[in-house]
Structures are given as C-alpha cells and as structure tokens.
C-alpha cells in the first residue's frame, strides 16, 4: 500500500512537472530572462496553494505523525543554495524536472540525473561537519 | 509532449495540492532532494522527531516493562494512521520512478510522447545538440544540483514549495539563494549575448 503510495503520488507530481511547463529549459530560459511571468506566477501560485494548504492540514488533528522539521538558516544553505543554483542556471533543472524530463523522453536528461547522482555519492564521501554543516540536513 | 503547457494557475493548484495532500497521505512534506538521500542513507540513523530525552525514557520503560506496554491498546485511528506512515519510510524511493513512470504512461495514453534528443530550442542553442559540451554541461550540472540541494537540505520542492509555504526561514534563505544565483548564471549568458 505504501509503495503503491508512492508511485502514485510520483506519478502525479512528474505529470505535474512536465504539464505545467516546470521541465521545459526553454521555458525556463524564458523566465530567467524575465520575458514571460509563466513560470514566475507558477512558482508563487503553488507556494500561496501549499501555504494554505499546509496550514489546515498541519493544524489538524491528522497531522500526528506528519514528519515536518523546522528548516532553520544554516551555512550548508547558503553554500549549497549557490552551488545548485548555479547548476540550475546552466542546465535550466532541478532534481525533480530532471525526472520528469526523463518521463517525457528527453534523453540527455540521464546525463542530468547521472550528474545529480554523483554529486549526491561525493556528498556522502565528504567530511562537511569539518565545515560545520550538517550531513543530514536533507531529512 | 508538445508546447502546449497548463496555464499556470492550474500548475499551481495541482503542484500546490500535491504538495498538500502528500504529507497528508504518506506522513513525509514533499521534498525531491530528500529522497535522493534516502537512496544514500540507507542504514544511517536519521534526525528524528521525537528529543534524545524522550527517546531515552521510551527506551527504559521498555527494558524494565517489555514492549507489550508501549503499545496503546486503545489505539484511535489517529495513531494507527501515523504508524502507518511512519511504516512505509523505506519505500519512498519509488516516488522517484514514479516521476519518471507518470509522464511517461500519459504521453503514451495520451499519443504526444516523443523521444528526443534535446531539451529545447535555446538548449541546442546554446550548447548544440547531443554532443560533448552538452553532455558535459548537463553532467556537471548535475553534480552542481545533487551536492548543492545535500548541502542545503533541499531543493526547488524540499525548500521552494514545502519549506517556503511553511515559512521556515532556513528554506525562505536557501530558496532566495539558489533561485537569485541562477537568475544570476542567466545574466552572465545575457552579458555574454548568449541565450
């Protein structure tokens, strides 16, 4: 049940992805080049939706369980914030989008989720506490 | 796929609902970087919610009295639903397939799925098609975006939908930076005339 859970709401979000015009790089130059409010009023939109959202649904009595830890500033923000972002204004992707990309038959999108896989097998191998950031911050 | 894309109010009202009603469902906000680390914690103790106090007094009163006694034998379907949850951690991972899966089954159902070699336009624009540089440039991105959304604790879901809708202001800052940064990258191709 879980894991059909999962599929499905996978499923749901890369169709989402992808549909929305997300996973587009085109659509993508195009708002970073503040041509087209498209994918600006996308991103605003689906925050303002998920506040409200949340709210009610963090609020409620089924919230027990809901894993949702605090995200406080931290150093690992920062320096990690500057690294993907320079990843996502070269390549016009994220994590998610690069799947989706993949589910609608773009190809060099393996070499994207390679990339992402690798960058996350250097993490594991990587002593930042030395640089006191937290190795677990992603949970 | 062709471009033809939703408008964006109906984007944000299915992402936004997604992200809503994921955490609802399956206990865990929606956040793609954090299931790319589960693939990689595997084994690993994790933060958890409940304090180191807490978690020591359960512990003890387990030893003197045995398991039998931590459970709530008059268990209301509140805690039934969060145990649940909490039992189908170690399947997450196939939320990423699933990402993959969906777009996929609905081009085809749909007859617009097309294979390509390209990420659009402005991509082969910008590094040419299918060769070398593009490759390279997706791979280094890539490495890029998987250790910076580890080192951040998240990314464009994890932080910029689930993190900033929350509030939290370690999301509102590292979604600040990564966004400003890429808007950042953009401007130095525009400085460069290069699209």
Not at chain 1, 44 to 60: D, I
Not at chain 2, 47 to 52: A, D, F, H, L, T
Request: proline share 3%.
């Amino acid at each position: 049940m879980g894991s059909l859970i999962q599929l499905l709401f996978g499923c749901l979000f890369g169709v989402a992805l992808s549909r929305s015009g997300a996973a587009d790089f085109d659509k993508m130059v195009s708002m970073f080049r503040f041509e087209e409010v498209h994918l600006f009023a996308l991103a605003g939109g689906t925050a303002a939706v998920a506040a409200l959202g949340l709210a009610v649904v963090l609020r409620s009595p089924w919230s027990a369980g809901i894993r949702a830890l605090p995200r406080t500033i931290h150093r690992g923000g920062v320096f990690g914030g500057l690294l993907f972002g320079a990843g996502w204004g070269l390549s016009g992707t994220c994590p998610g989008t690069a799947l989706a990309q993949l589910g609608t038959g773009h190809v060099v999108a393996l070499f994207t989720t390679a990339g992402i896989l690798l960058g996350n097998w250097l993490f594991e191998r990587v002593d930042v506490t030395r640089f006191g950031i937290s190795r677990d911050s992603c949970n | 796929m062709n471009g033809e894309f939703w408008p964006w109010w109906w984007g944000a009202l299915a992402i936004g609902g997604i992200a809503t009603a994921y955490p609802l469902i399956s206990g865990r906000m929606l956040g793609v970087s954090s299931l790319y680390a589960s693939l990689f914690e595997r084994g690993r103790p994790r933060r958890e919610p409940v304090s180191e106090f807490e978690a020591a007094l359960m512990a003890a009163t387990e030893a003197e009295f045995g398991a039998d006694v931590m459970k709530d034998t008059t268990e209301d379907a509140r805690s039934k639903l969060s145990r649940w949850r909490l039992g189908a951690e170690a399947v997450r991972p196939l939320f990423l397939v699933g990402m993959i899966v969906g777009p996929a089954l609905l081009g085809l159902a749909l007859g617009d799925f097309r294979w390509s070699l390209t990420l659009g336009k402005d991509f082969d624009g910008r590094y040419g098609t299918f060769g070398a540089l593009p490759i390279a440039v997706l791979v280094v991105s890539g490495i890029l975006i998987g250790f910076g959304t580890r080192l951040g604790g998240g990314c464009t879901s994890g932080h910029g939908i689930s993190g900033v809708a929350r509030g939290q202001s370690g999301s509102l800052v590292t979604t600040a930076v990564f966004w400003s940064t890429a808007l950042g990258a953009a401007w130095i191709f525009y400085l460069f005339g290069v699209r």
